[in-house]
Nanobody, 119 residues
Framework: QVQLQESGPGLVRPSQTLSLTCTVS??????????WSWIRQPPGKGLEWMGV???????YYSESLKSRTSISRDTSKNQFTLQLSSVTPEDTAIYYCKGYGGPIGMDAWGKGTLVTVSS
């Protein structure tokens, strides 16, 4: 069973870069047709898809966030990372990593981590 766990600082100052890591266990991030994404939920709002890194390493981003977002991976650690630059308090949210796809239709979520942007 694939499991995901987010990690990173819970507090980020405005204008800085938010950086979160998702560690995957029970499966490889390079397995064909698996996709690994970041999704966030601001307080009192719905889920917002931020971007995805495919098993091949290709990345795709939300149009509204692509100028500030970068997703990368470390295959040796079976991790993928989110970086969101120039953050403002509006970026305060619970950030989730998610894995999906593959031959069995995987859909696995991390528990989420709250990131607060405040001075």
């Amino acid at each position: 069973q694939v499991q995901l766990q987010e990690s990173g600082p819970g507090l980020v100052r405005p204008s800085q870069t938010l950086s979160l890591t998702c560690t995957v266990s029970g499966g490889s991030i390079t397995t064909n047709y698996y996709y690994w994404s970041w999704i966030r939920q601001p307080p009192g709002k719905g889920l917002e898809w931020m971007g995805v890194i495919a098993y091949s390493g290709s990345t795709y981003y939300s149009e509204s966030l692509k100028s500030r977002t970068s997703i990368s991976r470390d295959t040796s650690k079976n991790q993928f990372t989110l970086q969101l630059s120039s953050v403002t308090p509006e970026d305060t949210a619970i950030y989730y990593c998610k894995g999906y796809g593959g031959p069995i239709g995987m859909d696995a979520w991390g528990k989420g981590t709250l990131v607060t942007v405040s001075s």
